[in-house]
């Protein structure tokens, strides 16, 4: 009995809101305020915004939805949305660096906190990786199109989908100095190139819609058929289980499952959330910020993907050279080789952002995770460019080894189930704080929460069943490691055990009851009585007697309008007198007639 109070207690511990919003750590571990409203706008657009934007459209409406792809994008969206409303309510009630981990930590407990604090490095790291090496693969293709001739030996060394490679070592190392040295430098950068970017895809918009064929469109669903061997998800398993089913692409299977892979592309809205605490009037922007970049990515996604497939139809579809940068390549079949280069600069402008941002977020879920104790405490110091620069260091240094080291190409979906597992966490989380502290003043609320909580985590529910079982299996490996080290290291170091557990010796002990005044004639407690002395109560205290006031009636009592003003001895300065008229001073500047 003793042994399961104490796991409780260690592991199950919920963090007080009022002190995961930073008074329980002081001002030497604050991140500094950098980002307003439009910041946070362009930071979710800069990480939303990717190559996918350029490539998935056409990669799932060839391989799973066929034109259905735009339903596909829709569903993706609206689901997101979703879970972006509950990510909205929560930021504005905490406010802090940690995102989905702190929320989790908050309505949850410890142990909750940190599964979801573990998947989430899980997806920001891979994604970081993952995105480094498209971003060479892409950066390479640039080269060769503009015809930049590139050196034998140098060309074994860049553009390789695994392996040592210089371009993927190149920009993480760039990315992770600059953000090491301050985010200013960082944010100025994120600018420039989501407004370069935003352009390109309004050029791919306008100049695809000039090569739109209605006719490819139809069928909007194509027949359903058997799916390529190594696409089997979770829910064909379970359907094969039961009613001998086998998996299929096309069709209205194919659109749900084109999904799960389209919300990758969407995954970044929650990442502002991350930012909460070097944001200005947070609660409020926040969730401005969150909303607002979601809904401008859905559509221009949306209207990327009409343009796309309104360009080159099914038929087109299965002529284009799937290795490579589909857009750009659609835009060559057409014949505007002009645009296809555009595209490639716009896509290694959009890798760059999102790598970017990815950095930007695993460097706070490390640094809150560290603040909390559950990874080592000195993750969380800060730089004298007021950033947590060891966190930045060690994110930087573990993608740049993964990204050289392991195939993270074929891991791409382990990114989109650890992004969908926080969000089931955050959905959940807006209910229970509901119950728990009704209190809470939220600047945001989701609508019917308890109903679009249950809608929520169905749907995503949903996608991850979608996901194929490799990559489950590989998702319960990770989150079994991460049981271990919690229960190794995490739940002994945590900071929140060490301060409830073992209470400063300055602070009261709130379960004692204060000591109670002495009996009549008695002494205080833990006073003995000196020999031969008798046990007679202290003579009383002579009353002191109160200062006399110089406002005999009070400060703002009423008088009689014959009745001086009262003058406050202190007050001696002329300048400062409060019952006499005086005239302005006749240079400019001076006070006004009182």
Not at 65 to 78: C, N, Y
Not at 175 to 194: C, D, E, I, P, Y
Not at 441 to 467: E, K, Q, Y
Not at 476 to 498: A, F, N, P
Request: proline residues 9%.
């Amino acid at each position: 009995m003793t042994w399961d109070i104490r796991m409780r207690t260690n592991m199950f511990r919920r963090l007080p809101v009022e002190q995961a919003t930073g008074r329980l750590y002081g001002g030497r571990h604050r991140l500094r305020v950098v980002y307003r409203t439009r910041d946070l706008v362009v930071l979710g657009l800069g990480v939303m915004i990717g190559s996918g934007i350029f490539k998935i459209a056409g990669e799932q409406a060839a391989g799973t939805a066929g034109p259905a792809v735009l339903v596909s994008f829709l569903i993706a969206g609206f689901v997101c949305l979703l879970a972006a409303l509950a990510y909205a309510e929560l930021s504005s009630i905490i406010p802090v660096a940690g995102s989905a981990y702190s929320f989790s930590y908050v309505a949850f407990g410890e142990v909750w906190a940190w599964v979801v604090g573990w998947a989430l490095l899980m997806e920001l790291l891979l994604a970081a990786s993952v995105l480094a090496r498209v971003w060479s693969l892409y950066a390479t293709q640039t080269l060769h199109d503009f015809g930049v001739a590139v050196p034998p030996w140098l060309g074994d060394l860049i553009g390789q989908e695994k392996g040592p490679d210089l371009f993927a070592l190149g920009i993480l190392l760039l990315l992770v100095l600059m953000l090491a040295t301050g985010s200013r430098l960082g944010l100025r950068t994120l600018w420039f190139m989501v407004m370069a970017k935003v352009v390109v895809i309004g050029l791919v918009i306008v100049v695809g819609l000039k090569y739109f064929e209605p006719g490819n469109l139809t069928p909007l669903v194509p027949p359903a058929e058997p799916a390529p061997e190594g696409g089997r998800t979770v829910l064909d398993a379970l359907l094969g289980a039961f009613g001998g089913g086998t998996p299929h692409a096309f069709g209205v299977w194919g659109i749900l499952a084109a999904a799960p892979a389209i919300a990758f592309a969407y995954i970044g809205f929650d990442l502002i959330a991350t930012a909460s605490e070097e944001t200005g009037d947070a609660p409020r922007k926040v969730p401005r910020g969150i909303i607002t970049a979601l809904v401008s990515a859905v559509v221009l996604y949306s209207a990327v993907a009409v343009a796309f497939v309104g360009m080159v139809g099914m038929d087109g579809l299965a002529r284009l050279d799937q290795g490579g940068l589909l857009l750009a390549t659609a835009f060559d079949a057409a014949g505007s080789g002009t645009m296809a280069k555009i595209v490639d600069i716009g896509a290694v402008l959009a890798l760059t952002t999102v790598t970017l941002v990815l950095l930007i977020s695993l460097t706070r879920v490390i640094f809150s995770m560290s603040r909390d104790g559950l990874l080592p405490r000195p993750l969380a110091g800060m730089s004298r460019y007021r950033v947590p620069s060891r966190a930045t260091l060690l994110a930087g240094g573990a993608a740049i080894v993964m990204s050289q080291t392991v195939d993270v190409l074929t891991l791409e979906q382990l990114v989109v189930i650890g992004t969908l597992f926080a969000f089931l966490f955050v959905a959940a989380a807006v209910p229970t704080l509901r119950r728990a502290r009704p209190d809470l003043h939220r600047p945001f609320r989701v609508p019917a929460a308890h109903l679009t909580a249950m809608v929520t985590m169905a749907a995503i529910g949903w996608l991850m069943l979608n996901l194929n079982v490799r990559t489950w299996a590989y998702f319960i490996v990770w989150m079994l490691v991460g049981l271990l080290l919690y229960l190794v290291y995490g739940r002994r170091k945590s900071e929140l055990k060490l301060l409830l557990d073992e209470p400063p010796a300055d602070r009261p002990v709130l379960d004692a009851p204060p000591p109670g005044p002495p009996p009549p004639g008695g002494l205080p407690p833990g006073v003995e009585p000196v020999a031969g002395a008798p046990l007679s109560a202290p003579p009383p205290r002579p009353p002191v007697p109160a200062p006399e006031s110089p406002y005999p009636t009070g400060r703002y009592a009423m008088r009689r309008p014959d009745a001086p003003r009262p003058r406050d001895p202190q007050q001696t300065s002329p300048d400062l007198r409060l019952d006499e008229e005086w005239e302005e001073p006749p240079h400019p500047g001076g006070r006004h007639r009182r």
